[in-house]
């Protein structure tokens, strides 16, 4: 069974340039999270979706972050304009009705923004 | 707020000797608490966990012990070899709304040395 993808792995900016990243999730697995880790850091959950509808989007700085997922399958996360303080591992991981137990990660996209 | 607190931050283990890591947590209503454990350029991936329900879990050499009235946890790691080497993180599931989601702690860098 093929695990979360994510693509590009690694992504390169110069400040104001925006990027996105597009994660395919484990099949049948209805839930999807990105979450954010900085060098030396835990995840932190920035949105997940259940399906096509956003469950928690919270965390997600709304001026230059945007994510979704109109097919409740594949999803991407955008940033416009992106900062050096956005540098970081995006994680996709995926799971099967919210539960924690069944939440399997991407590889991640590694972004530095110079 | 960092809701899950996680130490040491690094450590250096002799390969066959065992590893303590530990947790703390303030939200009583956590109740589900994971560890992962994260390789260089790769995703966590799950390693073991625990419910609030019970007070021990073990799988091989690993096993993780939960203290509910002191909101602490630990993973113990027996016979410690060289590619246990990576970054372990401790985590904890709240429920809320119509979802649930994870607080990571910001993990603690293992190297086992031969």
């Known amino acids: 069974e093929a695990g979360v993808t994510q693509s590009p792995r690694y992504a390169v900016l110069q400040e104001g340039q925006a990027v996105s990243f597009w994660c395919d999730p484990i099949?049948?697995?209805?839930?999807l999270y990105w979450y954010q880790q900085p060098r030396d850091q835990g995840p932190q959950l920035l949105v997940y979706?259940?399906?096509?509808?956003?469950?928690?989007n919270s965390q997600l700085p709304s001026d230059r972050f945007s994510a979704v997922r109109p097919k409740g399958t594949n999803s991407t996360l955008k940033i416009q304009s992106a900062k050096q303080g956005d540098t970081a591992t995006y994680l996709c991981a995926s799971s099967f009705r919210d539960r924690a137990d069944t939440q399997y990660f991407g590889p991640g996209t590694r972004l530095l923004v110079l | 707020q960092q809701q899950v607190r996680q130490s040491p931050q690094s450590l250096t283990v002799w390969e066959g000797g065992t590893t303590v890591l530990t947790c703390s947590y303030e939200?009583?209503?956590?109740?589900?608490f994971p560890w992962y454990q994260q390789f260089p350029g790769e995703g966590p991936a799950l390693l073991i966990s625990i419910l609030s329900v019970s007070d021990k879990k073990e799988d091989g050499r690993f096993t993780t012990f939960f203290n509910k009235r002191e909101k602490k946890l630990s993973l113990h790691i027996i016979d410690s070899q060289p590619g246990d080497s990576a970054t372990y993180f401790c985590?904890?599931?709240?429920?809320?709304?119509?979802?649930?989601?994870?607080?990571f702690g910001k993990g603690a860098k293992l190297t086992v040395s031969p």
């Open positions: 099949s049948g697995h209805d839930t």
């Open positions: 979706f259940r399906d096509e509808a956003v469950i928690d």
């Open positions: 985590a904890a599931e709240m429920q809320q709304g119509t979802g649930s989601k994870l607080s």
């Open positions: 939200d009583s209503t956590f109740n589900y």
